[in-house]
């Protein structure tokens, strides 16, 4: 398969949020916009430790764990609820996502959840969507006035980063 040669911007991508619950609870945001960021992607996710002898570079060595990071936002429609699902209900694990499970486990301590954004790609002729799938990602959320309100949402990824 050929790689796609159509540009690809924030009208085509959709983020869904998942728990770790054995049919896990979701949430797409019809109001985000389309800004997620992703840093520190590597290939190994990993540290690099670069070993020298005397001013001289000998040799490179994967070392610690990194972890990635990223952001959303979206405009705010609706903050919490105690019956109808919301992204923020669904991130804290509090109202109507108040059973919400950590997606490290229900005994974890931290509560994380799944991010997916999906970009749009068989409608511009590509074999498939393309998808970045980030596990165990513990978030937290930040609110601003303006015109219109605005929720971030900033995560770090504890488990992997899966790109199709």
Do not use: W
């Not at 996502?97 to 490290?104: F, I, P, Q």
């Amino acid at each position: 398969m050929a790689a796609s040669t159509v540009v690809k911007n924030f009208t085509d991508g959709t983020i869904l949020v998942a728990d770790g619950t054995g049919t896990p609870l979701t949430h797409t945001d019809n109001f985000t916009q389309g800004n997620l960021t992703i840093n520190g992607l590597s290939q190994t996710l990993n540290e690099i430790a670069k070993y020298e002898c005397r001013g001289s570079f000998k040799s490179a060595r994967h070392t610690n764990r990194t972890y990635p990071t990223g952001s959303f936002s979206l405009m705010m429609t609706d903050v919490s609820d105690g019956t109808d699902s919301t992204l923020i209900d669904l991130l804290l694990a509090q109202n109507s996502r108040s059973a919400a499970v950590s997606t490290l486990g229900a005994n974890a301590e931290v509560y994380a959840v799944d991010i997916t954004l999906t970009i749009e790609g068989t409608d511009h002729g590509d074999s498939a969507d393309h998808t970045f799938v980030m596990t165990d990602c513990v978030c937290t959320v930040d609110v601003a006035e303006g015109d219109p309100n605005v929720i971030t949402v900033n995560f770090e990824v504890l488990g992997t980063v899966t790109m199709t």
